[in-house]
Antibody, heavy 120, light 110 residues
Framework: QLQLQESGPGLVKPSETLSLTCTVS??????????WGWIRQPPGKEMEWIGS???????YYNPSLKSRVTISVETSKNQFSLKLSSVTAADTTVYYC????????????WGQGTLVTVSS | QSALTQPPSASGSPGQSVTISCTGT?????????VSWFQQHPGKAPKLMIY???KRPSGVPDRFSGSKSGNTASLTVSGLQAEDEAEYYC??????????FGGGTKLTVL
């Protein structure tokens, strides 16, 4: 059974870079069928797709975040990562990683999510 | 891109049916048959319940069904059970390699 788990610092200072890693277990990240995505949910707001990456490194980013987002993949570790630069309090939220089915245009399964707080 | 609009809450008694709406535009919900619905219990990971508007993944009860009319997609839960109480989110492909989500609907089983 495929499982995803987010990890990374829970507290980031304003103007710094948020870094998270998603570890995939129970299956290989090196599948041409799927991408691997990051999604976040600011308190009281709708979920927001951040971006997705293929095992070969092809990326798609949310236009509203594109200037600050970098997603990378490390197939040898079955991991993919998110970097979000120049963070502000508005970036405080729960971040999820998920397998992104590009054919069915959906996300399944998801990780449990990790809360990142931006504060000095 | 704009987010999808969902009612903040919905409710029903055990055994009843409830429908949750998800309204977008012709650029997302109305333009593609790529609407998904996710169930999320507190503290848990979101779980895929419906994809490509009407399909259920293996293991999802047939009490859950999806539909779409114009720019509005709907999730119907029939024969409500206590364990259906959760937050439900919709998502849609929005073209140009972009995906949008709704704000979520809290379903309460009375």
């Amino acid at each position: 059974q495929l499982q995803l788990q987010e990890s990374g610092p829970g507290l980031v200072k304003p103007s710094e870079t948020l870094s998270l890693t998603c570890t995939v277990s129970g299956g290989s990240i090196s599948s041409s069928t799927y991408y691997w995505g990051w999604i976040r949910q600011p308190p009281g707001k709708e979920m927001e797709w951040i971006g997705s990456i293929s095992y070969s490194g092809s990326t798609y980013y949310n236009p509203s975040l594109k200037s600050r987002v970098t997603i990378s993949v490390e197939t040898s570790k079955n991991q993919f990562s998110l970097k979000l630069s120049s963070v502000t309090a508005a970036d405080t939220t729960v971040y999820y990683c998920a397998r992104h089915d590009r054919w069915q245009q959906t996300f399944d399964p998801w990780g449990q999510g990790t809360l990142v707080t931006v504060s000095s | 891109q704009s987010a999808l609009t969902q009612p903040p809450s919905a409710s029903g008694s055990p055994g009843q049916s409830v429908t949750i709406s998800c309204t977008g535009t012709s650029s997302d919900v109305g333009g593609y048959n790529y609407v998904s619905w996710f169930q999320q219990h507190p503290g848990k990971a979101p779980k895929l319940m419906i994809y490509v508007v009407t399909k259920r993944p293996s293991g999802v009860p047939d009490r859950f069904s999806g539909s779409k009319s114009g720019n509005t997609a709907s999730l119907t839960v029939s024969g409500l059970q206590a364990e259906d109480e959760a937050e439900y989110y919709c998502s849609s492909y929005a073209g140009s390699n972009n995906w949008v989500f709704g704000g979520g609907t809290k379903l309460t089983v009375l």
